[in-house]
């Protein structure tokens, strides 16, 4: 008997899910995706082309909030939950949507749908989105790169949220490849810093495509995970980050207990700006269900461009869009940069909003004064850029990694906040590192 399916997701994990275990077997038909978290990517199809031959229509990409209604209509036997950063209780309550409809509900193994490399693997995973992989992946390829020599390629979670078809295998490695491939703010927020230190990445659909092509010009690829998703990839080295400032969130989060778990070294980040008991309680949480993983414990330093221009000022600060929306954070580095170089007054930007930037204060409350970089399409490029010029402000800070004075025509001054990683103290990132890899023969 065939199965039918509903493959949960946000453009993502839900496309890989479906390559590696879905796609041409005799067992199931995927009647749909369903899409959420990542605004306007429903109403889509996934491409024949990628489909297979059980798919020559491709596969509709309809909205979660219709999920009850897709069961009840196509009698849908299985419902595969395929995407991160969710909460406990808010993936049981989809669970229990599906059961109440009559279908199954799974969460595949994180090992499962691992693809395996012919070359070393080293995953950079987090247990809550924003936590900060992306300056440790950076870091870690700079240490191997200049360090120990090695041809470093960095494969990116994906973040296909356009034109499908186009998306299959990317290849980013100068500025105009961003153009080329059509990259929302979200895509250069991960990307520009990495191709600023000459470093190739490779994002897309096909990740089996992609290891192919990431292992003929790499010596070492590292996998640089998106949310608090585990790898695509099966890591030889498998380094998860934790956020003291969402202590006890690696407890409560899909599936970022999973990366806890499987973590070979845990680096608990932000130690210099989080409260010492908030970092104890990470580190006993590790220790609790991981007592195998080497802790490093790190920073995340506030480097601004002219910082005496923020006193006295009224700001409006830009943060980060994933990791103050569904990621949860109270706060963002630009916020930390306004208190620390004494803005007079921090801007609410709700009444300025304008089209979805508006609707996202409306299903993210706890946002506050912060502006989310949102930027999924060129229209809400174009709204988020309208809400700053309607601000009433003196300043705007930013603290998104990629230069948006550059992507954005407003009508105010703005200065750039930007953080890196930084050890706090032994053990020392580039000595775990090299015992680690040495150990297991890749140094």
């Avoid at 039918?4 to 995706?33: E, L, Q, S, W």
């Avoid at 939950?81 to 279908?103: I, L, P, R, T, W």
């Avoid at 506050?368 to 601000?391: D, F, H, V």
Wanted: proline residues 6%.
């Amino acid at each position: 008997m065939i199965e039918k399916v509903i493959i949960v997701g946000a453009a993502g994990r839900d496309f890989h899910n479906f390559n590696v275990y879905f796609k041409g077997n005799p067992r199931y038909r995927v009647i749909a995706f369903t899409a959420a978290q990542i605004p306007n990517i429903e109403g889509r199809t996934y491409p024949a082309e990628l489909s297979g031959e059980l798919y020559p229509d491709g596969i509709p990409i309809c909205a979660e909030r219709d999920m009850a209604r897709l069961i009840r209509e196509w009698r849908i036997d299985l419902v595969a939950f395929s995407y991160s950063d969710v909460s406990y209780g808010e993936v049981m309550h989809k669970a229990a949507v599906a059961m109440a409809e009559g279908a199954d509900f799974i969460l595949l193994g994180a090992t499962y749908t691992m693809l395996k490399s012919k070359k070393p693997v080293i995953a950079v995973c987090a247990v809550r989105t924003g936590a900060g992989k992306s300056q440790t992946t950076r870091k870690i390829a700079g240490i191997l790169k200049e360090q120990f020599g090695k041809r470093i390629v960095v494969v990116r979670h994906p973040m296909p949220y356009g034109d499908l078809s186009r998306q299959v295998v990317q290849r980013l490695s100068a500025y105009e490849d961003f153009e080329l491939n059509k990259c929302t703010i979200e895509e250069r927020e991960e990307y520009e810093p990495l191709i600023e230190r000459g470093i190739v990445v490779y994002a897309g659909i096909d990740y089996g495509r992609i290891l192919e092509r990431a292992e003929s010009e790499a010596d070492i690829i590292i996998w640089d995970g998106g949310n608090n998703d585990t790898p695509f990839y099966a890591p030889d080295l498998h380094i998860v980050v934790f956020d003291p400032h969402r202590a006890g969130h690696e407890l409560l989060y899909y599936p970022g207990e999973t990366n806890m778990i499987m973590a070979d070294v845990a680096i608990i980040n932000k130690v210099d700006t989080a409260p010492e008991a908030k970092v104890e309680k990470v580190r006993k949480n590790i220790a609790g269900s991981n007592p195998r993983a080497t802790i490093i414990l790190s920073e995340s330093p506030i480097m601004a461009d002219s910082p005496e221009r923020i006193r006295g000022q009224r700001v409006l600060v830009v943060e980060d869009g994933p990791s103050i929306t569904h990621g949860g954070m109270p706060f963002g580095a630009a916020t930390i940069a306004a208190r620390k170089f004494g803005a007079a007054e921090i801007v609410a930007p709700q009444p300025f909003a304008v089209g979805s930037i508006r609707d996202m204060y409306q299903r993210y409350p706890h946002i506050g004064s912060q502006l989310p970089s949102m930027g999924y399409s060129e229209e809400q490029i174009r709204e988020l850029e309208a809400t700053i010029n309607l601000a009433d402000c003196d300043l705007v800070v930013f603290s998104t990694p990629a230069d948006l004075n550059g992507l954005l025509h407003i009508n105010k001054p703005a200065i750039r906040i930007r953080y890196e990683y930084k050890d706090h103290g032994p053990p020392f990132l580039k000595d775990v590192l090299k015992h680690k890899l040495e150990k297991i023969g890749i140094l």
